[in-house]
């Protein structure tokens, strides 16, 4: 069942004295339960769609629908906040509070209904994803990269979400560490049903998942 479409999108930039179309009449539908990659070169628009999946940017033609509804219509603010979660190669975790102080802080911004009490629910989530409770109750600065993107994807969970967006998660992470996170990756679509949407310039990374997209000329393609 698909949970974001995407329908004649378009998106350009002027350079120099023409448009240059990034993406062009763009049309794809993501499904809940898939974990999907977006390959394509520097340049392609690969972080655009990302941002236009998350509603930080606006399509310039076409239209995104969550769940069949236009996120315009959601309101884009409300679409971010309550149906969706970024996770960053930079992780954007908040360097002043431990581990699990950063989890409790979106459950606590949050519309969405989370389990109460929240610190519980945060550490049982951290836990599942090996960041064990001496390490959830440390400063997130003195976790390794790898313990911060396991946090920065328990924070993005921790929100009941169904729609997970990453934009190059694993690019400063060592091979090891990278395939763990993509397990991580392939859990929350085949063990939760989330729709995980990531952005990668690693063929290993995309080897990985159900659906390999490429973006080229504009136009998302599936790699058979």
Partial sequence: MSILNLEHVSYGY???????????????????GKFYTVLGPSGSGKTTLLAIA???????????????????????????????????????LIPYLTAVENVVNVMEITDNKVPKPYKETALNLLNQFGIVKSKAERSILKLSGGEQQRVAIARGLATNVDLILADEPSGNLDTATEKEIIKIFRSLAKDYNKCVIVVTHSEGVSSLSDIQLELKDGKLIERR
Avoid: A, C, H, P
């Fill in 54 to 92: 998350g509603g930080l940017e606006k399509t310039q033609e076409g239209k995104l629908l969550f769940d069949g509804k236009n996120i315009n219509d959601i309101g884009l603010g409300r679409y971010r906040k309550k149906y969706l979660s970024f996770v960053f190669q930079q992780f954007n």
């Fill in 14 to 32: 002027i350079d120099g004295n023409k448009k240059r179309m990034i993406l062009s009449d763009l049309s794809y539908q993501f499904e809940r």
